[in-house]
């Protein structure tokens, strides 16, 4: 008998063919001349605002598949399942707000992040979303094995361990960027930071950033189900997420390794705009924290294993 395809199927599939019409017109690999890195999307020129409107709606429907698609998991997942999708779905929801608000659309933004009650919401959000990553970080360590081998580079304590501490680092840079209204006002912002992104030319380079990071998630949400479902194998998976992430990520990783590891190639740009940013880091003490929380998480997983017990 041919079983019928879900709603929830239906919509998601709608929406991913959406997402990727929507990436059509930004892929353009190449060499990008104002950052002097290779890119596979655009990350320097203006956004047009009929694409950006396309790419918005892409994410918002994936996100919203994504967070339906919690509640098809199978009852009593283990933890490292649920917290899995939870991740997903809630990263998706942080991006998509994001690269709608302030720090993604400039000039063409829907929410704005320096006021009420936007200002609080992102914050909010990442910072939840930072404490399910450590969750899922403490249980690589401590939880059980059971349902892990069905997510892409995470089967075992190690890789799953590696895997969640560089989100953790992913997720504090964002949160880094949403922590600007707590230190400088709306006019400082747009005259200094966005004015130093707009004589740079670097305006798409948000839109790079934030919305392939969505259907890369989502493609992994995916892959992991087809994988838990046995539909395809642990190495199929793995190549699939290897190739999604090369593709959606690479812009993303240039962009933070560039700001984090190269600072002085946006300080050449425009020393204030570049040093507004920084400096949030700097006041925030953000890194600090998060790496002093992410060694506590540790500490404490290898204690509820019993590392530290007395012989």
Known sequence: KKMSVSFHSTLSTLALGAFLCSLVPIFQPGY?????????????GSIDDSILQSQLFACSALT???AMGMFRLPPRSPDCRSLFFGFCALINLCITLMAMSNFGSFS???IDCFKAPWKFILPTALTVLLGITLKLLDDAIVGEMRGRDSIPFAETRISASILWGCQIYLIT???????????????VYNEIYVQYIMDAGLEASSIALFV??????????????????KKITSNQAKAAVALTSLIFFWDTFVLIGSMSLAPEIFLSIDEAG????????????????????????????LRKAGVFKAD
């Open 32 to 44: 990008d001349e104002v950052l002097h890195t290779p890119r596979i999307f655009k990350t320097s």
């Open 173 to 187: 840079t964002l949160l880094h960027t949403v922590l600007i209204p707590f230190y400088f006002d709306k006019t």
């Open 64 to 66: 919203i598949t994504g």
């Open 212 to 229: 392939p990071s969505v259907g890369q998630t989502s493609f992994l949400a995916l892959i992991s189900t087809l994988s838990f479902e």
């Open 274 to 301: 570049a040093d507004l940013f920084l400096d949030v880091g700097e006041k925030s003490h953000i890194y600090e924290i998060m790496l002093g929380a992410t060694v506590l998480t540790v500490l404490n997983a």
């Open 108 to 110: 063409h933004c829907l």
